[in-house]
């Protein structure tokens, strides 16, 4: 959907290393997520943000952090790096009037550590 | 908490076979339902969504899913199945905030 956007789209990087990952989105909604994606685990859920001054641990926030810097911008921080965080990212949003809580997918960043 | 089991990790069809991808889920309120797929290389799109009223819901491309209250599921089928469906399903719950999905079952159509 490219009213979500992620970038970088690919990125290597080596262990120890501090690492971005940034999410934009065009959709006006409140609700912005990240995810990552591993074979088999599905999606697990690392930080989410109901708005601009609302962040919330997920299900694997240990290694990550996360910058709210706007309604439209979501940023995912590995502070250092290490071969198990190596997975493929996904930003989401979603409408808080949205009563499905249908969630809107980025493309996916893929990152891998060495 | 909730949790989500997709008990078909990879599952390999014929085109024109009939598909059925099973769905567990495990909470005790009310549930939001969904069914994401993620066709190579691209990103997650929503293929239906069970909320309330009929438990049989048709999404898009020609599938649909049923929502059994007593047995915790909400699988996914479609009738026939083209090369161009294969991808890999995803499974997710909504209770409350959250979503919660599955670990995903791969789809692979033959020719």
């Known amino acids: 959907d490219a009213d979500v956007t992620q970038t970088p789209r690919n990125r290597i990087t080596k262990t120890g290393k501090r690492i971005m990952l940034e999410c934009s989105q065009t959709k006006g909604h409140d609700r912005m997520y990240w995810y990552r994606q591993d074979p088999g685990l599905g999606l697990r859920l690392i930080y989410y943000?109901?708005?601009?001054?609302?962040?919330n641990k997920g299900e694997i926030s240990d290694g990550y952090s996360v910058s709210r810097q706007a309604q439209a911008k979501f940023s995912l921080s590995l502070e250092s790096a290490i071969p198990n965080q190596t997975a493929l990212y996904f930003c989401a949003t979603s409408d808080q009037g949205n009563l499905l809580y249908e969630q809107f997918f980025g493309p996916g960043t893929r990152l891998t550590v060495l | 908490a909730q949790s989500v089991s997709q008990h078909n990790h990879h599952v390999i069809l014929s085109e024109a076979a009939s598909l059925e991808l099973g769905c567990n889920y495990s909470?005790?309120?009310?549930?939001?339902l969904f069914w994401y797929v993620q066709y190579p290389g691209q990103h997650l799109q929503l293929l239906l969504k069970y909320f309330s009223g009929d438990p049989l819901v048709k999404g898009i491309k020609g599938f649909e899913a049923e929502f059994i209250k007593s047995k915790f599921s909400f699988n996914l089928r479609k009738p026939s199945v083209q090369w161009s469906d294969t991808a890999e399903y995803f499974c997710a719950v909504s209770a409350g905030n959250m979503l919660t999905f599955g670990g995903g079952t791969r789809l692979m159509v033959k020719p």
């Open positions: 909470y005790g309120g009310t549930v939001n």
């Open positions: 943000s109901f708005d601009v001054k609302d962040i």
